[in-house]
C-alpha cells in the first residue's frame, strides 16, 4: 500500500479557490492511478476526480467538471485538485486515494483534509 498525506484544506468564501496536495510514499508513483474523493457530514463518501497513471487521463464528477481539475506531478510524488469557483455545497472533508494501474478499486486512502464553503 501507499501512505497518503493531503494537505491544502481551509475556510474559504463561495466563489473563491484552493488546491488541495496529496504526497505519496511511492516508490513507483507513475504506476498509480490517483483519485479524489469527499464526504459531507452525514453524506456518503463520493468520487470527485482522477487522473490514470498512464497517459494522464482525467475524469470527473458532474458537479465539479469546469471548476475543478486534477493534476500530477511524477517527479514529486504528489498529485493535486485545483478547485475553483467554489460553491457551499463543496464543503465536505476531501480524501486522496491510489490504486495501482487500473486495478478495481483504491486500496490507500489518506486521512483527509477538510474544505469550507462559506456563503
Known amino acids: 500500500q501507499v501512505q497518503l498525506v493531503e494537505s491544502g484544506g481551509g475556510l474559504v468564501q463561495a466563489g473563491g479557490s484552493l488546491r488541495l496536495s496529496c504526497a505519496a510514499s511511492a516508490r513507483t508513483f507513475s504506476s498509480y492511478t490517483m483519485g479524489w474523493f469527499r464526504q459531507a457530514p452525514g453524506k456518503e463518501r463520493e468520487f470527485v476526480a482522477t487522473?490514470?497513471?498512464?497517459?494522464?487521463?482525467?475524469n470527473y464528477a458532474d458537479s465539479v467538471k469546469g471548476r475543478f481539475t486534477i493534476s500530477r506531478d511524477n517527479g514529486k510524488n504528489t498529485v493535486y485538485l485545483q478547485m475553483n469557483s467554489l460553491k457551499p455545497e463543496d464543503t465536505a472533508a476531501y480524501y486522496c486515494?491510489?490504486?495501482?494501474?487500473?486495478?478495481?478499486?483504491?486500496?490507500?486512502w489518506g486521512q483527509g483534509t477538510q474544505v469550507t464553503v462559506s456563503s
Open positions: 486515494a491510489a490504486k495501482f494501474r487500473d486495478n478495481n478499486e483504491y486500496d490507500s
Open positions: 487522473i490514470r497513471w498512464t497517459v494522464r487521463h482525467t
